[in-house]
Every structure is written in structure tokens, then in C-alpha cells.
């Protein structure tokens, strides 16, 4: 199937609640381009000059979301730009997007990367982590972010109930601070499911799906990937 028939076919089966972000890391502009006449608006990038050389060359309608781990460093790079940054996992890397933000003149989407996987490799807060963050006072003066959603990605195994498991815990997680009343901090988004869970994941209560290799076909494993943005 063509990159045009996947992304219809997934999108149609799609509940009207749930954002699809065509993950194009790795990609040729070419490819994405495919995706955008078809409709798609929402792009997902793992690495921050990736995404900023197709920002400058594709068509500025874009939702840009960037979905890899980052380096502090790196921020400004995408603050002009960026409409949602889904890995964001410390204060500090919030600190960073914040002055950026205010640089720029704009307040900044952010959803905040929750550690529910078995494996170590995988980036996020754990509860306490998340807790400490959210009391903090530092936190409470930044004008410039908005935290809106939370982000998780879990295990990798064909293991479906440990899959559901980790999704339920997300959940769980996010339906207890969906209450919270900071002005800076109010939840509406729950980004989980990738190509092989996105269906279990909207069982279990996601609103934004993130997905790749379902529309543009595999990437190849020699290409570096999942690392730092
Ligand atoms: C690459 C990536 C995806 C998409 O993965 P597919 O299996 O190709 O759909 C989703 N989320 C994150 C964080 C990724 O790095």
C-alpha cells in the first residue's frame, strides 16, 4: 500500500477524539509531502535538526511535534516553531523551553514524559518525580510553558497484557491529575500508542497516537534513531 492508502485507512478508523501524528523521522521531505496532500497537518520528529531542515522546507501550516528525547541545548532551535514537545522529563529541560518560549514571544505546548516501561533505556518521570515537579515552586512562575498532556511509551514485547498494563497505569496516572488546577498546567492530552499498540493504547483511553512505520514503511535500522534530539 501507498503512503496516501495507509494514512487514509488509519485515519478512518481513528475515533473522532484522537489526534494522529504521522511520525516522519528519518523520512525524505518527498514522503512527507505525500502526507500533507493527503490531509495530514500533524508531523512527530525524534531529533531537533531533522526537524527544523524540513520545518524550513515544507509548507507552514504544519503542527510540528517533537517526540525524541532532548538536549537542553537544543531548544532553541525549534522555539520559534515547535507546537507541541512530547518528551519533556525534567525541570531543568522545562526551564530551558521556557526561556526559549519567552524568547520568542510565545507560551509553548509541553506534555510531560512518564516512565511506565519495564526497561531502564526508556526516558520519563516516575510519580514522585512528576509530584515534585508539579509542587515545585519554580514550576508555578513559568509563564511560558503550558503543560498539557502527558506521555508514555511502553514496553517493547508482543506480551498484549503487559502492554494493556502499562497504557492502564499511564491512565490511571493522567485521570488523577486531569483535576489539577495550575495555571500553567492543565491536562486534556494522553499521548500513547505507536504502529503496534495504537489500538490496545486507544482501549485503554489515549487521545493522541503516534505513528510511523504504519504510513511511511520501515526504517532502516542502520539509521541512528530514538537517541538525543
Ligand atoms: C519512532 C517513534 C514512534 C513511531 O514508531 P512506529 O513504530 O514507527 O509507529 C512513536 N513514538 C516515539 C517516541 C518514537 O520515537
Not at 41 to 61: A, H, L, S, Y
Not at 184 to 202: E, P, R, T, V
Not at 219 to 224: A, E, K, V, W
Request: aromatic share 6%.
Amino acid at each position: 500500500m501507498s503512503i496516501k492508502e495507509n494514512l487514509l485507512k488509519i485515519k478512518s478508523a481513528l475515533p473522532e477524539n484522537v489526534i494522529l501524528v504521522a511520525v516522519s523521522k528519518t523520512k525524505p521531505v518527498t514522503d512527507l509531502m505525500v502526507a500533507f496532500n493527503a490531509g495530514q497537518r500533524v508531523f512527530g520528529e525524534n531529533k531537533i535538526q531533522e526537524m527544523t531542515e524540513k520545518w524550513e522546507q515544507m509548507p507552514k501550516d504544519i503542527q510540528w511535534h517533537m517526540i525524541g528525547h532532548i538536549q537542553t541545548n537544543k531548544v532553541k532551535f525549534m522555539a520559534p516553531y515547535v507546537s507541541l514537545i512530547h518528551g519533556v522529563d525534567s525541570l531543568k529541560l522545562l526551564e530551558e523551553i521556557n526561556k526559549q518560549s519567552l524568547k520568542n514571544n510565545r507560551i509553548i505546548d509541553c506534555l510531560l514524559q512518564i516512565h511506565i516501561a519495564e526497561e531502564e533505556t526508556k526516558f520519563g518521570l516516575n510519580e514522585d518525580e512528576l509530584n515534585n515537579l508539579l509542587d515545585s515552586e519554580s514550576f508555578k512562575v513559568m509563564n511560558n510553558i503550558r503543560i498539557v498532556g502527558l506521555m508514555g511509551m511502553a514496553t517493547f514485547t508482543d506480551n498484549q497484557f503487559q502492554i494493556q498494563k502499562e497504557f492502564e497505569h499511564l491512565k490511571s496516572i493522567f485521570d488523577t491529575k486531569k483535576s489539577l488546577s495550575i495555571v500553567n498546567c492543565q491536562l486534556s492530552i494522553l499521548s500513547m500508542g505507536m504502529s503496534g499498540d495504537y489500538q490496545l493504547a486507544i482501549e485503554c483511553g489515549s487521545t493522541m497516537v503516534r505513528i510511523g512505520s504504519s504510513i511511511f514503511g520501515g526504517r532502516s535500522p542502520l539509521t541512528p534513531e530514538g537517541g538525543i534530539a
